[in-house]
């Protein structure tokens, strides 16, 4: 069967913990013991998910013991179509059979020819019409500070809104953009200022205490003000800057109404729109871009992770009139990265040819619906949300006191044991939002509806272990 037609097919059955299996249990082996004594302290992965890879095909790895694992973590979404897919394997290949230069900077090439072609007949026409493409060293955090880049140069403005929650990258620029301070504390002042943080529409803990229709239209009156009052204190900035559906943050995804109303907001002062599709972009949410949700056309698109079929690759694409920057006002060694450009166009024609955008919304609700039904045993899983194969459950402490909306708190404690018990049973999650307190999935876009219930079932069953051990 085929991607395309392994849709929903019928119901998923209620999960019944199983009383008995095998657990995996996890000792420090010597590859562990050398990276935990040789790399970085900041490394954040390997805390968490005590894992030493050797092998991966589709949604599965395997470790150095032998044991294997799904994984719902793919690259934090970088692996659309999973580990080792061939098309991507067949698009590798044929560049070094070709014998093609693997580094060219931005000299261009067939194969950068080819990638920029499918890149553009995936934008919405009234996009593509008009889109200019940077490509940008390897990563989306070099793609977001290119993009301010941009944005300030055409514009003549420096100052940049962006949004209580969101996630850009890393470096200075892009993580003056960041919500979370935890990463920001122990820097001080940033090198990158004049970032104005607005409220997101985080329906579930409204930031006005709303929720609904009414908080997003609260939302909406508040930017537009901030945007034409004289007395509001943040000067016209040159860009707003946002996810459609906030990853780290926890798996937020905007009001459709409220992004409608961003746009005509920032058209109407001649503010420039980012969306950052680094994580939600090429199918991940059901359509190919997150932003086409909404209708909307934005001025700026950050793309990475997917866009390189599990290579590194980074790229900015934007609207004509914003391409009044000067030759070299943006550059990276390696944005010329031909194996990426060659996977990446792979992962592009297989997305289509194979309606994944389809597929990736049946699983999606496959999976929400399995999710669903657990939260009727479980009153520890607040809030389950997302778009597509991008889907987040929020756990909470029942016993706590609620919120203005009535919902109670985060639980901290709590999704760090869910994510191990599912470790424990085969499953690679990772967790986000608040308080580290949202368990996420991140699935391959090519998981079957079989697979969609496997991983349910063990996420019921790790649930069940971890709120006994509260």
């Given at each position: 069967m085929s991607v395309a037609t392994s849709l929903i097919e019928d119901q998923p059955a209620r999960i019944v913990p199983t009383p008995a299996e095998t657990l995996y249990q996890f000792n420090e082996s010597p590859l562990l013991a050398r990276q935990n004594q040789q790399e970085s302290n900041a490394r954040s992965y390997p805390r968490r998910i005590p894992l030493a890879l050797k092998r991966a095909k589709g949604i599965y790895v395997e470790d150095v013991e032998g044991r294997h694992f799904i994984d719902c973590l793919a690259g934090a979404g970088t692996l659309a179509l999973g580990h080792n897919h061939p098309v991507v394997i067949e698009a590798i290949r044929q560049v070094l059979s070709d014998e093609l230069p693997l580094h060219t900077l931005d000299l261009t090439t067939p194969v950068k020819d080819q990638f920029v072609q499918d890149l553009f007949g995936l934008l919405p026409p009234a996009l593509a019409a008009e889109a200019k493409i940077q490509f940008c060293g390897p990563t989306g955090t070099d793609a977001v500070e290119a993009a301010l880049k941009l944005v300030r140069t055409a514009t003549g403005r420096s100052t940049v809104l962006s949004f209580q929650g969101g996630?850009?990258?890393?470096?200075?620029?892009?993580?003056?953009?960041?919500?979370?301070?935890?990463?920001?504390?122990?820097?001080?002042?940033?090198?990158?200022?004049?970032?104005?943080?607005?409220?997101?529409?985080?329906?579930?803990?409204?930031?006005?205490?709303?929720?609904?229709?009414?908080?997003?239209?609260?939302?909406?009156?508040?930017?537009?003000?901030?945007?034409?009052?004289?007395?509001?204190?943040?000067?016209?900035?040159?860009?707003?800057?946002?996810?459609?559906?906030?990853?780290?943050?926890?798996?937020?995804?905007?009001?459709?109404?409220?992004?409608?109303?961003?746009?005509?907001?920032?058209?109407?002062?001649?503010?420039?729109?980012?969306?950052?599709?680094?994580?939600?972009?090429?199918?991940?949410?059901?359509?190919?871009?997150?932003?086409?949700?909404?209708?909307?056309?934005?001025?700026?698109?950050?793309?990475?992770?997917?866009?390189?079929?599990?290579?590194?690759?980074?790229?900015?694409?934007?609207?004509?009139?914003l391409d009044t920057w000067l030759p070299g006002a943006h550059a990276g060694t390696f944005r010329g990265n031909q194996m990426a450009m060659a996977a990446g166009s792979a992962v592009m024609r297989y997305l289509v040819e194979h309606k994944v955008c389809e597929h990736a919304t049946a699983m999606g609700e496959r999976l929400s619906e399995h999710l669903r039904i657990l939260q009727r045993d479980f009153?520890?899983?607040?809030?389950?949300?997302?778009?597509?194969?991008?889907?987040?459950?929020?756990?909470?402490?029942?016993?706590?006191?609620?919120?203005?909306?009535?919902?109670?708190?985060?639980?901290?404690?709590?999704?760090?044991?869910?994510?191990?018990?599912?470790?424990?049973?085969?499953?690679?999650?990772?967790?986000?939002?608040?308080?580290?307190?949202?368990?996420?999935?991140?699935?391959?876009?090519?998981?079957?509806?079989?697979?969609?219930?496997?991983v349910a079932g063990i996420f019921g069953r790790a649930m069940t272990a971890a709120t006994a051990s509260l």
């Open positions: 996630y850009h990258g890393m470096s200075q620029g892009a993580l003056s953009l960041m919500g979370s301070l935890g990463p920001k504390k122990p820097l001080g002042a940033l090198l990158s200022s004049g970032v104005q943080f607005m409220p997101y529409p985080y329906d579930y803990r409204c930031p006005f205490g709303l929720g609904g229709a009414q908080g997003v239209q609260v939302n909406l009156n508040y930017l537009e003000n901030l945007l034409n009052d004289p007395e509001a204190g943040v000067q016209l900035p040159a860009a707003v800057i946002v996810e459609v559906v906030q990853g780290e943050g926890g798996v937020i995804p905007a009001d459709l109404d409220w992004l409608r109303g961003v746009r005509r907001i920032t058209e109407k002062a001649g503010v420039a729109l980012i969306v950052d599709e680094i994580q939600s972009g090429f199918a991940r949410t059901g359509k190919m871009f997150a932003f086409e949700h909404a209708g909307i056309i934005p001025d700026v698109v950050v793309m990475s992770k997917a866009i390189g079929g599990s290579l590194p690759l980074a790229v900015v694409v934007y609207r004509d009139w009153p520890h899983m607040g809030d389950i949300r997302g778009r597509g194969l991008m889907l987040g459950v929020e756990l909470v402490d029942p016993s706590g006191a609620p919120d203005a909306q009535g919902h109670a708190p985060i639980s901290a404690a709590l999704a760090p044991l869910v994510q191990r018990e599912c470790l424990k049973r085969g499953l690679i999650l990772e967790l986000g939002g608040r308080h580290g307190g949202v368990v996420r999935f991140l699935p391959p876009l090519v998981i079957t509806a079989a697979e969609i219930d496997q």
